[in-house]
């Protein structure tokens, strides 16, 4: 099994900053694609920022030139930069990773972290 710890999570006002983490542990092989997404009331959950194993990434437009993902393959995290939060980036941000797992034979898991409140007060 493969557990995602979130942390970071917290309350701050319109324009402020926060940084998310999120780390892996358990019985990984190697990750691949790994994401933020966030659900806030009413809402479906969405896609915030996706990083591949090469570094490639992408972001909604409601977070470009705001957000910066990034990840350490050699500790198995992965941050969220968030910069000038507004009172709609106000949500639950999960952390989600695909997770290649296995020894002799090699095969990918797709797993969530528990989630972190992110609170913007205008």
């Known amino acids: 099994q493969v557990q995602l710890v979130e942390s970071g999570g917290g309350s701050v006002q319109a324009g402020g900053s926060l940084r998310l983490s999120c780390a892996a542990s358990?019985?990984?092989?190697?990750?691949?694609?790994m994401g933020w997404y966030r659900q806030a009331p009413g809402k479906q959950r969405e896609l915030v920022a996706a990083?591949?194993?090469?570094?490639?990434?992408n972001y909604a437009d409601s977070v470009k030139g705001r957000f910066t993902v990034s990840r350490d393959d050699t500790k198995n995290t992965m941050a969220l930069q968030m910069n000038s939060l507004k009172p709609e980036d106000t949500a639950v941000y999960y952390c989600?990773?695909?997770?290649?797992?296995?020894?002799?034979?090699?095969?990918?898991?797709?797993?969530w972290g528990q989630g972190t409140q992110v609170t913007v007060s205008s």
């Open positions: 989600n990773a695909r997770v290649i797992q296995g020894s002799r034979y090699l095969y990918e898991n797709d797993y």
């Open positions: 990083i591949t194993r090469g570094g490639g990434t």
């Open positions: 358990g019985s990984i092989f190697s990750l691949n694609t």
